[in-house]
């Protein structure tokens, strides 16, 4: 591994352990096993480096987010169970990684101090959206008209998020798929 890797490696682990805020160039060159200078020379500054990393982590956030979204391979489900599984799996993943998702928190709160970085962010909303939607929907990503990423992808991507907050704040009393199920079938009733 080159220094460019490790010096991205060494930032990852930073921002999973440390977040964005307390991590330093002395933290990250730790990591890595390099001078503080081949920072400067690989990304430029702590800063590129810390975006290039967190938006890595999300990559592999969304990898680890899409294959538990997944409707579980059982054609006999009905497709309330199938939701309420993929729930379970999603759930399941957030115990598993919780630093991950707290690390898309992280890039939203910098977004707001960077506005630098509100372009990257909404393009990898919009992504997702899609992407979700097409889950849900059991159809190809590239299938999915704007309409259903922006109101499916949307609620799924906002359910996802506050779930996840919630699981990472209140684990003793953490939401279940069922409970998923259950206040959205609560809500559809409210809005008819």
């Known amino acids: 591994m080159g220094n460019r890797e490790a010096l991205l490696a060494g930032a990852k682990s930073c921002l999973l352990d440390k977040g964005f805020d307390r991590t330093t160039v002395r933290d990250i ?3 890595a096993g390099v001078s503080m200078a081949a920072i400067g020379y ?3 500054s702590r800063e590129n480096l810390l975006f290039q ?3 890595a982590i999300l990559d592999e956030w969304g990898d680890l987010a899409g294959r538990a979204l997944v409707p579980a391979d059982a054609p ?3 497709p309330a169970e199938a939701y309420e599984r993929m729930w379970d799996e999603l759930l399941t993943q957030v115990r598993a990684n919780p630093k991950m998702w707290l690390v898309s928190v992280d890039l939203f709160l910098q977004a707001q101090r960077q506005p630098e970085l509100l372009p990257h962010l909404a393009d990898g909303l919009r992504q997702g959206r899609s992407g979700v ?3 849900v929907a059991s159809v190809p990503e590239q299938d999915v008209d704007e309409r259903s990423a ?3 992808g949307m609620v799924q991507v906002a359910l996802m998020s506050g779930v996840a907050i919630q ?3 209140d684990p003793d009393h953490a939401p279940t798929g069922a409970d998923v199920v259950a206040g959205l079938r609560a809500l559809a009733k409210v809005v008819g």
């Open 42 to 44: 690989h990304f430029g």
């Open 76 to 78: 006999d489900l009905a």
């Open 29 to 31: 060159a730790t990591a």
């Open 167 to 169: 699981l990472l704040s």
């Open 133 to 135: 939607a097409g889950i």
């Open 150 to 152: 922006r109101t499916l």
């Open 53 to 55: 990393a967190l938006f």
